[in-house]
């Protein structure tokens, strides 16, 4: 497994960084790391939407397209945006994802 580093950018504006290992979910390097914006609420099933992320423009187009089970649930999250809202467990982190960059929502409900 590669390491690569993931930016998250918090409601307030402030950046974290994170080191994430490829193969696991961005919502998993989330959890583990404690932040504080991703509840996770049913762990990754794809069943809560509470581990909604906006994906900055320069990186949604390196994502696979959102399956129809996520699209679906991105309906129902507290900010959701046309272009660029993810659910951050769908999001396998690979190699071609060193330097990701999303912005978290002010709320996750």
Do not use: Y
């Not at 390491?3 to 959890?31: E, F």
């Not at 583990?32 to 187009?61: K, M, Q, R, Y």
């Not at 660029?84 to 982190?93: E, F, K, T, V």
């Amino acid at each position: 497994m590669t390491s690569i580093q993931i930016h998250l950018i918090h409601p307030d504006g402030n950046r974290q960084t994170l080191q994430a290992r490829t193969g696991h979910s961005l919502m998993q390097v989330a959890v583990d790391a404690n932040v504080d914006g991703i509840d996770a609420d049913c762990g990754g099933s794809l069943t809560c939407a509470t581990c909604h992320v906006f994906v900055e423009p320069e990186w949604a187009s390196r994502l696979p397209a959102a399956s129809k089970d996520e699209q679906g649930l991105l309906d129902f999250t507290a900010t959701p945006r046309e272009n660029g809202s993810r659910l951050s467990c769908q999001i396998s982190l690979t190699p071609e994802l060193d330097g990701l960059t999303v912005r978290l929502p002010s709320a996750q409900h």
